[in-house]
């Protein structure tokens, strides 16, 4: 079964999770192909950005509840090992998302609770429909944030506020969002996929190189130095200074200067 759609038109991908009956909650082979299609879209040249989003009427309400049923039916000297290799399977797919060496937005179209928020902030970019929601519900299931949620919501909304989020799991809809910074824009459900992906062609346009330098480095920006960062960005200036990219540019613009004298 296809649990994932992907549409490429004009360099934007489109990726759909694709169990709208479960609310796009993540399962085992979910996960597996969501893994393999990041992947894919991670090394294809053609794709310059990627809108990922979810069918029906959520976004993605988080581990599937049958998953972790099995994961307790576990023979007991098991249950953890049987953990740990999921765990490295969950941050496997968030990093995927982190580490796209291209523009990526959450389009969230409803709810995105649990792995659905943490996977929401692992994007770029979130842009949220005015009747979605998000919740960091892990704490009524006795678990902690395991999707990046400790790592990302903090960066986005503050140390306490996140604290207070994840320590209640309530629900934040589509207005505190913005104004938490949760959701970087809202948009109307009808026009919410087509006004992603105008962003994602807009955020993509410049060069595929110095995009992909600028992110790696700017997702280090609170765990280095200002030497460590410089020393960074002058190894990456120095691979820009050899694309082709830039030297077409640059002649561009020196063609457009002479046309002026």
Known sequence: MTLIDIQTVDGIATLTLNRPDKMNAICDDLRTQLIETLDAVSRDDAVRALVLTGAGKGFCAGGDIAGMKGRMDAPEGERAFNGWKRQQR????????????????????????????????????????????????????????????MYFLPRRVGLSRAKELIFTGRQVNAEEALKLGIADRLAAPESLLAEAQAWAAELSQGSATALALSKSIIEQTFEQSAEQLFAQGSQAQGICYTSTEHREAVLAFLAKLSKKK
Do not use: E
Not at 124 to 147: M, N, Q
């Open 90 to 149: 969950v941050h496997t797919q968030v990093s995927l998302l982190h580490h796209m060496p291209k523009p990526t937005i959450a389009v969230v179209n409803g709810a995105a609770t649990g792995l659905g928020a943490d996977m929401a902030l692992s994007c770029d970019f979130v842009i949220a429909s005015t009747a979605a929601t998000f919740a960091w519900s892990y704490i009524k299931r006795g678990l902690v944030p395991d999707g990046g949620g």
